[in-house]
Every structure is written in C-alpha cells, then in structure tokens.
C-alpha cells in the first residue's frame, strides 16, 4: 500500500481574488486538488487492497423482500472486492454479530474465490427481526477494522431502512465519535423509514456518502457501484494541511466538491501555525476545498502570504497552493468576487436552506418552512441549477422563482422529501 501511496500525484491550485480594500481582513480561497495514478487497482493486485465491511440492516421491518434484496446487493458488493483485499460481513438489528467469517470473535478474510463463495453463502442466511440500534453496528465494524494493520485503507458500507430506536441519541454519537479516524463509511437507506440527519451524521463522520435508495430491487446496483468506487482508491489516507501566519485565524475549511463537508472542526495540530484536516482515501479524482483566513488588517500596497494549504500522505507533502492577500484602494478590483468561491457560497446557503426549510415542514413550522425553501428555490434559479429546482417543485409550488415565492405542497411524496434532502450537500463543479 505504501509503494502505491508513493506513486500517487497530487496538484493543487488556489482560485481567488487576492485584493483586500484599505483595513480589510478576510481572505477566501477554493483549492482545488487533482489525484492521478492514485488507482487502487495495483494496489489491490499485490494483496493489500485494502479492508471492506459491509454492515446490513436485518432488523424486522426490513420484511422478506427487503431481506431478499438485502442479500443480493452484498452479494454484489462481494463480487467486486478484489482478491487479496481482507474483508468481513455484519448483519446489525438491535445487536450486531459478524456473519462472515464465521468467528466469535471479531476478524478478517483475505478474499479469493473459496471465501467469496462461501461468504456469499453466509448472507443467504440472512433473516429479518428485531429492532435497530446503528451504533451497535458501527463499534462491531470498529472491533473488526482494528484487527488490521493501520496502515491498509478501511471502508464499509452501511444499509438501513429504519431509523435508531434501540438506542439514545447519545449512544449512537459516542459509537459514531469512537469510529471517527478508524475507518470510512458509506451509507445508504432504503425506503422511506430511515432518517436523512440520522444517517448523514454517521456518514459525515466517518468522511463517507449518505444517499437514498428508493426501492430495494435498487440496492444491488448501488453496492456494486460503492464497492466499485472504493476498490479504485489506491491511497488509503491523506491530510490537507493549513498554514497560516502568526497573528492570523482559520476561519473554516471545507470540502466543497464533489459534496458539502465542513472539516473546521476536525483540525488537528500539526504545529502551532499548521491545522491537518483529514480527507480519507482517494483515487483519479480531484476535490474542491473553500478556505478562509482572517488576517491582521494592513495598508494600502502592501502583501502577504494568508495561507499554504498542502496534501500530505502520511508526513511527505505531494502539492502546494498558496493563497495570497493584496491591499489595494482600486474599487474596481477589491470588489470583484472570485466565480468559484460565489457559486461554492452560493451552493453551500442552498443546501442550508434546503435542510433547514425541511426540518420546520416536519415540525409543523409552515412559515418558516414556506420561507427557508422560497430561499432555496431562489438560489436554485439564480445558479441556474436546474435538477435541484425541479426536486423542489416536488416538495413547493413555485409561483415566482426569482423572488422565492413559493407554497408548500398539501400532498407530498417522502421519497421526495429524502430525495431533496440527501441531494442538497451534493454540489455540481464550478468550471475554471
């Protein structure tokens, strides 16, 4: 896996606009970083592709179909880890046990065609009853991950269809805080039953993806594509690093693209001016970073550095952008906003809006509901971002787009509602 993470070539650029007026102090920046021969395909052909969990939801809502449905999809997912990659299968209700490998403790296979077929075998099994406990599932996958070298990247796939009622909220957050940095996860929900925060958390956390899927003859392909995805990421971690200077405060940093997540709060201490903020695994891809650094304010001509931000795979930095800060008394080119940096705002409010306009709906505040979505539905015009606009007019009547007027729909589909919700921290790329 090192031998990969060493072939791996990061770059990184900054889009900004670098001119603060006379006494100005914030600087904004997006950085855009690019992975290639990052594949995880060599990685995975040498034996050390890796460490897949794939956790599902057995609980009895799922019924017989969903349970049917259930096991094809892990099926799928199986099939596509590549031999050599170590893996193992939870099945979670409000307890949680390992069905393959077939251990009473908690352990691991290395994946070839006797134990794919065998574990394949195993989900067959599954049977749907009791009820579902999330956290109980996450610490079984965490007693499993842990039984692998640190250093091999870990992912799961998580699928419910409920949401958490055989534990408190607060179990569940120290489940979830004590599987944050010990391994990645996807989640998924099926049907209309589970809860998007719920579910989002878990996922936010633990730097993965949370979507709906809407009926369960969709699950297998949306395993297959997951798992997919994930054998193609051949570095199993990496760190965006900030520097910024003495005097100077990080006001956030956030991953922008190809989804909305704030890591502000992630930061950890890589010396006094450096925050590390972590990204999980990556393949050929690039990712779009916002960045914003509060500066002591100076005068008119004079320049500074505001900030490096760096990819580091473990302690070796693979690319650099510099963000920079000019003070100028030129109306004309302070006043200018970046294009990247306003439509990344911009898509951020609209997911905020989107969220929060749902939540009062379920509340039974229709005000503020009518209002945070007429919101959303203005950003969605002035972005031109079509798919969004036409997932709000499932939820809202839009009588006029451009001001936000809007009223909510008497009758509206669930799927709906989580269709919006999950597809509001999914940003479309701003182009260069």
């Known amino acids: 896996m090192e031998g990969m993470d060493a072939m791996a070539d990061f770059v990184a650029e900054a889009f900004q606009n670098e001119f603060l007026s006379d006494g100005g102090t914030d600087v904004h920046a997006i950085v855009r970083i690019t992975a290639s021969n990052a594949s995880g395909a060599t990685a995975a052909a040498s034996g050390a592709g890796g460490v897949e969990v794939i956790i599902v939801d057995t609980s009895g809502s799922m019924g017989e ?5 259930g096991a094809l999809a892990a099926t799928a997912a199986l099939q596509e880890i590549t031999d050599g990659t170590l893996f193992a299968v939870i099945a979670g209700n409000h307890l ?38 999330m956290g109980q599932w996450l610490l079984a ?28 909220p607060d179990q569940l957050s120290w489940a979830i805080n004590s599987c944050a940095g010990v391994f990645q996860a996807d989640c998924r929900g099926v049907g209309d039953r589970w809860q998007v925060e719920e579910v ?7 730097l993965g993806t949370v979507d709906l899927i809407p009926r369960p003859e969709e699950m297998a392909s949306e395993f297959q594509s997951m798992m997919r995805t994930s054998m193609s990421r051949g570095v199993a971690n990496a760190e965006l690093r900030v520097w910024a200077p003495q005097g100077a405060q990080v006001l956030f940093v956030k991953q922008v693209s190809p989804n909305l997540e704030d890591l502000t709060t992630r930061r950890r201490e890589v010396n006094p001016l450096t925050g590390g903020y972590p990204t ?26 505001a900030a490096r931000v760096q990819l580091a795979v473990g ?30 705002t911009g898509q951020a409010e609209l997911a905020a ?42 939820v809202v009547e839009i009588d ?33």
């Open 65 to 69: 179909r969903g349970i049917q449905q």
């Open 400 to 432: 006029n787009a451009e001001t936000g007027t809007v009223r909510l729909k008497k009758q509206v589909e669930k799927l709906d509602e989580m269709a919006l919700d999950t597809a509001s921290t999914k940003t479309t790329r701003v182009r260069k």
């Open 96 to 133: 949680a046990w390992q069905v393959y490998p077939p251990s009473p403790v908690p352990g691991l296979a290395v994946m070839n065609s006797a134990n794919r077929a065998a574990a394949m075998g195993a989900v067959r099994g599954f049977r749907a009853d009791g009820g579902t406990a």
């Open 353 to 394: 809006a989107i969220q929060d306009g749902l939540a009062a709906k379920a509340a039974g505040r229709e005000d503020e509901a009518t209002s945070k979505l007429g919101r959303a539905v203005q950003l969605a015009n002035e972005a031109g971002n079509a798919e969004m606009t036409s997932r709000l007019k499932k």
């Open 280 to 305: 999980g695994a990556w393949s050929d891809e690039d990712r779009d970073y916002h960045v914003a650094v509060r500066l002591p304010a100076k005068s008119v001509g004079q320049e500074q550095l």
């Open 200 to 206: 989002r958390r878990i996922a936010s956390a633990l």
């Open 315 to 344: 302690e070796e930095v693979k690319a650099q952008a510099l963000v920079k800060a000019k003070w100028s008394n030129d109306d004309a080119l302070t006043a200018r906003i970046n294009p990247q940096v306003a439509q990344y």
């Open 141 to 168: 996958a965490r007693q499993v991950f842990e039984t692998a070298p640190a250093s091999l990247r870990r992912h799961a796939i998580l699928l419910t269809d409920g949401a958490n009622e055989h534990e408190t």
